[in-house]
């Protein structure tokens, strides 16, 4: 069986090879998970150009993990999804 995961962004359900994942940690620092194996809080956003743009333009990462603006993140995303 294959594991899936929510997307934060459409809420769909995907297996963890189409999700980033995006963690917290403690010190409230955010990094994108590339190997998944981040210890933290972590969330996941589909690797869809629309939930992308969706995500950064609602400030999902930020409102999930209560963080200030991360926009480095999102241009991370993006370039890991190209
Ligand atoms: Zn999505």
Known sequence: MT???????CRERFDKSELLRIVRFKDGEV???TGGKM???????????ECLSQAEKRKVIERTFSVKNCPEIYSEISELCK
């Open 39 to 49: 210890q933290g809080r972590g969330m996941y956003i589909c690797k869809n150009n």
């Open 3 to 9: 594991v899936q995961r929510m997307c934060a962004v």
């Open 31 to 33: 990094k994108v998970d």
